[in-house]
C-alpha cells in the first residue's frame, strides 16, 4: 500500500498492551481515512450499546492518506469515539504534530481501548509503545502538561492530552495540542479522561510511503506557492476567521444572549479589527504557510489564541464585550480542555435560567468574574457547575419548566456560532450535520444569505449535501485542514493530485463523492444503531426557541423559523440522501454504497 502506512497501532490499556495491525487495502480505497476510518472502526469493533465512559468504548486518533507530507495544511487529525455528550457518533478534527508523527511512526491510526488503572502517559516511538506513569501530571491544566512533557521528550515530538475538565468527564471536554488546537467537540476529552490517559506523546522517524515522491515534491512546492498567491492571503494573515464577527453583526447572526438576538450592542469591541490591535502574533498547525490562529494578550497578561467561534460563543452568546476578557475565557477553555462553544452555550443557558429564576445561582449576561468563577466550577463539576457539566440537554432535562425549548443543541451537541431564526438551510445544516449542531459539514449560511435566505427551496437541499460530502467527507477523511480550500479558493483539483501522488489510485471526484457519500451513511447507521428505539426524526430538528420566539433586534427583528416547512425540506432532504421518511438510511441505499453488512445488521433490528 503507498500513501497509507497500512497499519493500525491499537493499545489496551487495562492490559498494557500494544500491537500493530495490518488493516486490509480494501478498507483505505473504501474509506481514505480519518473519519472514514474511525466511523468503520466504531461500527465494526464497538459493541452496540457501549457505555461511552465504560472502558470498552474506543478513543481513535485517525490521520488520512494526505496527513504528515509535506503539502498544505496537512497536519490534522481526527479524534473520535463514541460521545458521552450525545450518546451517538463523535468526532473532532485538530491541528497537532501528533498527527505529523504518529504516520512517520508508521500508523494510521491508533484505537485505544481499555482503562488504565493509574493516570498514565502513552509514549509512542515508532513500533515501540511506553506506558508512562502519570501521577504527576494529573490534576494539571493541558498547557502545563504540554509544557512538562517538551522539557522530557524530543523536540520533535507530537503531544496530545487533557486538561481537568477531561479528567472529572465534562462531557463537552475535548483534546488540545500546542494551546490552542483543540478538537473533539462532543467530548473526546473526557472519554480520554475515563481511561485515565493524560497525553498521547508521539515520535516518529521513518518516511510516509509514496507512489510517486517525486511528483509529491512538486505539486506540494506548487501548492504552498500557489496558498500564498490568493488574493484573500493577507487579509486571512491578518484575521483568520475573526473577521467573521463584523459578517455575523451584519448579517445579523451573531449569537446574542443564548441566540436570542442575531446582533450584539458591542459586536466592535470583540470584532476582527479590535483584536488586530491587540495581536502579538500567529500560530497554526503544522505545515501550513496560512496560520490563523491570533494571538492576543488576554486582560490577565497570558497568551489566548482566538478564532471566531470561541469569540461568538464566550463573548456575544453571554453578553460580553471585551475582548481582552473573552480571550481570559477562551484560554480557560483550552487549559481545562472545555469545547469553547459548548462552553459559551452552557455558560448562557446558565444565565437565562438564573434570571429566570430557575437555578438559585445569581448571574448576569457579561458579568465576567462570576462567569470565570462559573468556568472553574464546571471544570470540577461543583455545585451547578456539576450539572451543567452534563450539556445543555441533561442540564435542562433536570430544570424543567420548558427549558428545552432553549436549550440551544442538536442531538446533544451545542450550536456553534450561527443564529438561525432567519437561515432555514444552516439550521438544516446543524439539525443534518454527523455529530449534532456543528458547523464542520456544512457551513452553509455564507452562500445562503447570498441565495436567499427566506426560501426553504429544495435546490438548498441539494446545495447543502453537495457541501456535507466535500466538508465532511473528502475533508474530514484525507488528514488536511479545508480552509485553503473554503477561505481562500484553493481548489479541490489539487487534492486530486495530491491522492493520485501519495497513493497511486486515481480518485475521481464522483468516486470521491461516494466514498464521502459511504462515510456519512456509515455515522447515521451509527448514530440509528445507537440510539435505538429513541431514534426519531425528531433528532434532526433544531430546539424550538428559532421556530417559536422571533428574533430580537436587527433588520430580521421578528423572524423565526417555519416548522412546516422545514420539515417539508427535511422529507426533501431525506429523500434525497436515500434516507426513509425517519431519516435512517435505506436498505438500497446502504447496498449501493457496499455497506450490505451495515443494511444487514440494521435492519435485523426493525
Ligand atoms: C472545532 C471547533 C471550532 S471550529 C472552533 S473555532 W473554527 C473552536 N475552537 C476551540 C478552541 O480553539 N479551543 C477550545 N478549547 N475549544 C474549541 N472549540 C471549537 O472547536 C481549528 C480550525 C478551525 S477553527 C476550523 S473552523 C476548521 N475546522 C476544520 C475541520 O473541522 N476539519 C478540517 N479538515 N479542517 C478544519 N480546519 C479548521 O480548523 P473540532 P484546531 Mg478544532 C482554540 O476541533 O472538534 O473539529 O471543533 O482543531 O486545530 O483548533 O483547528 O472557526
Ligand atoms: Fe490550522 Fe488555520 Fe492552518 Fe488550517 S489554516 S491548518 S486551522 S493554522
Same mark, same amino acid.
Given at each position: ?8 497501532? @491499537? ?21 481514505l481515512g480519518g473519519r472514514g ?26 490521520a488520512g492518506p494526505l496527513t504528515?507530507?509535506?503539502l498544505p495544511n496537512s497536519g490534522k487529525l481526527v ?12 468526532d473532532g478534527n485538530t491541528g497537532s504534530?501528533?498527527a ?34 502519570? !501521577? ?17 521528550? %524530543?523536540? @520533535? ?13 465534562? !462531557? ?9 488546537r483543540?478538537g473533539?467537540r ?6 480520554? &479522561? ?16 509514496? /507512489? ?11 501548492g504552498?506557492?500557489e496558498v500564498?498567491?490568493k488574493?484573500l492571503y493577507?487579509?486571512w #494573515?491578518?484575521?483568520g476567521t475573526?473577521?467573521t ?12 444572549? @443564548? ?11 470583540? &470584532? ?12 497554526g498547525c503544522p505545515q501550513c504557510n496560512m496560520t490563523c490562529g ?13 478564532d471566531y467561534e470561541? $469569540?461568538?460563543?464566550?463573548?456575544? @452568546? ?28 452552557? $455558560? ?13 445561582? #445569581? ?25 451543567? /457539566? ?16 432553549? /436549550? ?8 456553534s ?12 445544516a446543524?439539525?443534518?450535520s454527523s455529530i449534532?449542531?456543528h458547523h464542520k459539514d456544512a457551513w452553509l449560511i455564507t452562500w445562503?444569505? #447570498? ?13 447543502l449535501?453537495k457541501t456535507q460530502l466535500i466538508r465532511g467527507g473528502l475533508f474530514e477523511a484525507l488528514g488536511v485542514c479545508r480552509f485553503p480550500y473554503n477561505s481562500l479558493g484553493f481548489g479541490l483539483e489539487w487534492y486530486h493530485?495530491y491522492l ?9 471526484m464522483?468516486?470521491i463523492n461516494?466514498v464521502s457519500?459511504?462515510i456519512l ?21 433544531? %430546539? ?5 420566539? %422571533? ?48 443494511? &444487514?445488521?440494521?435492519?435485523? #433490528?426493525?
Amino acid at each position: 500500500m503507498l500513501g497509507w502506512t497500512g497499519v493500525f497501532l @491499537n493499545i489496551d490499556l487495562t492490559q498494557r498492551k500494544a500491537t500493530a495491525e495490518q488493516y486490509d487495502e480494501s478498507l483505505a480505497l473504501n474509506f481514505l481515512g480519518g473519519r472514514g476510518f474511525a466511523a468503520k472502526i466504531l461500527w465494526d469493533r464497538l459493541k452496540e450499546g457501549t457505555d461511552p465512559f465504560s472502558p470498552e468504548n474506543l478513543l481513535i486518533f485517525a490521520a488520512g492518506p494526505l496527513t504528515g507530507i509535506g503539502l498544505p495544511n496537512s497536519g490534522k487529525l481526527v479524534v473520535a469515539s463514541k460521545s458521552p455528550l450525545t450518546g451517538g457518533y463523535g468526532d473532532g478534527n485538530t491541528g497537532s504534530w501528533a498527527a505529523v508523527y504518529m504516520r512517520k511512526a508508521g500508523y494510521d491510526a491508533i484505537i485505544i481501548k481499555g482503562k488504565a488503572a493509574a493516570p498514565v502517559i502513552l509514549h509512542i516511538k515508532d513500533d515501540a509503545v511506553e506506558f508512562v506513569n502519570a !501521577k504527576d501530571y494529573w490534576g494539571t491544566s493541558s498547557f502545563e502538561t504540554e509544557e512538562r512533557l517538551k522539557k522530557v521528550y %524530543p523536540r @520533535n515530538s507530537g503531544i496530545v492530552s487533557i486538561g481537568q475538565a477531561g479528567e472529572n468527564l465534562v !462531557k463537552f471536554a475535548t483534546v488540545v495540542s500546542q494551546e490552542g488546537r483543540a478538537g473533539g467537540r462532543p467530548g473526546m476529552g473526557a472519554v480520554m &479522561g475515563s481511561k485515565n490517559l493524560k497525553a498521547l506523546v508521539i515520535e516518529g522517524t521513518k518516511p510516509i510511503p509514496l /507512489a510517486n515522491p517525486e511528483e509529491m515534491k512538486k505539486l506540494a512546492a506548487d501548492g504552498y506557492k500557489e496558498v500564498l498567491a490568493k488574493p484573500l492571503y493577507s487579509f486571512w #494573515k491578518r484575521q483568520g476567521t475573526m473577521s467573521t464577527v463584523e459578517w455575523s453583526q451584519e448579517n445579523s447572526v451573531l449569537p446574542t444572549f @443564548n441566540f436570542r438576538q442575531g446582533t450584539f450592542e458591542q459586536a466592535e469591541g470583540i &470584532g476582527g479589527f479590535t483584536m488586530e490591535k491587540m495581536k502579538v502574533s500567529n500560530r497554526g498547525c503544522p505545515q501550513c504557510n496560512m496560520t490563523c490562529g491570533n494571538v492576543v494578550k488576554d486582560s490577565e497578561g497570558k497568551d489566548s489564541e482566538l478564532d471566531y467561534e470561541n $469569540v461568538g460563543m464566550l463573548g456575544a @452568546n453571554i453578553g460580553l464585550g471585551s475582548l481582552s476578557q473573552v480571550a481570559v475565557l477562551n484560554r480557560l477553555a483550552d487549559e481545562f480542555s472545555f469545547d469553547s462553544i459548548s462552553l459559551g452555550n452552557v $455558560v448562557g443557558f446558565a444565565i437565562e435560567a438564573s434570571q429566570k429564576g430557575l437555578i438559585k445561582e #445569581k448571574f448576569e449576561w457579561g458579568d465576567f468574574e462570576a462567569i470565570e468563577g462559573l468556568i472553574e466550577d464546571i471544570a470540577y463539576r461543583r455545585g451547578v457547575g456539576d450539572v451543567l /457539566a452534563e450539556g445543555v440537554r441533561a442540564a435542562s432535562a433536570k430544570i424543567g419548566n420548558g427549558s428545552g425549548d432553549w /436549550a440551544m443543541h442538536v442531538k446533544g451537541l451545542e450550536i456553534s456560532a450561527y443564529d438561525c431564526h432567519a437561515a432555514p438551510g444552516m439550521a438544516l445544516a446543524y439539525g443534518t450535520s454527523s455529530i449534532g449542531a456543528h458547523h464542520k459539514d456544512a457551513w452553509l449560511i455564507t452562500w445562503e444569505i #447570498k441565495a436567499g435566505r427566506e426560501n426553504y427551496d429544495k435546490e438548498k437541499v441539494a446545495y447543502l449535501i453537495k457541501t456535507q460530502l466535500i466538508r465532511g467527507g473528502l475533508f474530514e477523511a484525507l488528514g488536511v485542514c479545508r480552509f485553503p480550500y473554503n477561505s481562500l479558493g484553493f481548489g479541490l483539483e489539487w487534492y486530486h493530485k495530491y491522492l493520485r501522488a501519495a497513493t497511486g489510485v486515481e480518485f475521481s471526484m464522483d468516486r470521491i463523492n461516494e466514498v464521502s457519500d459511504r462515510i456519512l451513511n456509515l455515522v447515521r447507521a451509527f448514530w440509528v444503531r445507537e440510539y435505538g428505539k429513541e431514534w426519531s426524526r425528531e433528532l434532526d430538528v433544531p %430546539p424550538m426557541r428559532w421556530f417559536k420566539e %422571533p428574533l430580537v433586534g436587527s433588520p430580521y427583528e421578528g423572524s423565526t423559523l417555519n416548522l412546516e416547512k422545514y420539515n417539508a425540506m427535511l422529507d426533501v432532504y431525506y429523500q434525497m440522501r436515500g434516507w426513509n421518511i425517519n431519516g435512517v438510511p435505506t436498505k438500497e441505499t446502504l447496498e449501493k454504497l457496499g455497506l450490505a453488512d451495515v443494511a &444487514g445488521r440494521l435492519y435485523a #433490528k426493525v
